[in-house]
């Protein structure tokens, strides 16, 4: 299997050096100051440092890709105070353009596992949901109804039940909504999505394909949003 490495081949395809493959890109600063990026180059990671409402918020992201197989690591750590900070995991393997998705997020010491996948009814996906080792919940998600909220409280599947995102985690003091308007527009973001970063508001006609996007990126604790691809 033949691996990408975000970064690599364009850097090749440029006639850089050997030498410089391995050398850190910085790309500015965005938000008067508050949001520092630096993509390198040669092993394609992705390092940012922002301030959300509940602290500093520090992620570093990698992320591999194999024709229509991608995988995404995020590591984080958000700082609320001198003595109070959390380490964040998100993990995510899309096979085949999303037709199936895992994805894992770790909170210090318990985790969410996740996997979705499309149904013989192309508006209904499945959702299977794994809090540390208990049983799983499977559910039947509307992906119209996911597509048309933002908040993870109003997620529910077509029998009404109310998946459990968080079990023992400890509960996100962000949001995705807050991810996007501190980190967004980065200039070192935008450079390791190669321009296609999703912007969460599909036209139309591709709505229904985004809803595995939406749906990790509502989870608590997710960085997902961050990195996820736009139709």
Known sequence: MELERRGFLKAVTRGLALGCASCTVALGQTSGGTVTGELQTGSGTLHLKGRLKSGALTLDAQEFLDHADRSVIIRGRLDSTELDSTDLYSAMFSHQQDLTVFALFHDNHHSTTVVLSDSDDAKIGRLVVWNDNQTPQIYNIDK????????????????????????????????????????????????????????????????LLEWICRLLSMVPGSTLSLIWLGS
């Open 144 to 207: 119209n109804k996911i597509m048309g909220t933002e908040n993870p409280k109003d997620i529910a599947d077509v029998n009404g039940k109310t998946p459990d995102l968080v079990g023992n985690r400890k509960l996100s003091a962000f949001t995705w909504q807050e991810l996007e308007s501190v980190f967004g527009s980065d200039p070192a973001l935008l450079a390791f999505m190669r321009g296609k970063k999703s912007t969460h508001h599909p036209r139309e006609e591709n709505k």
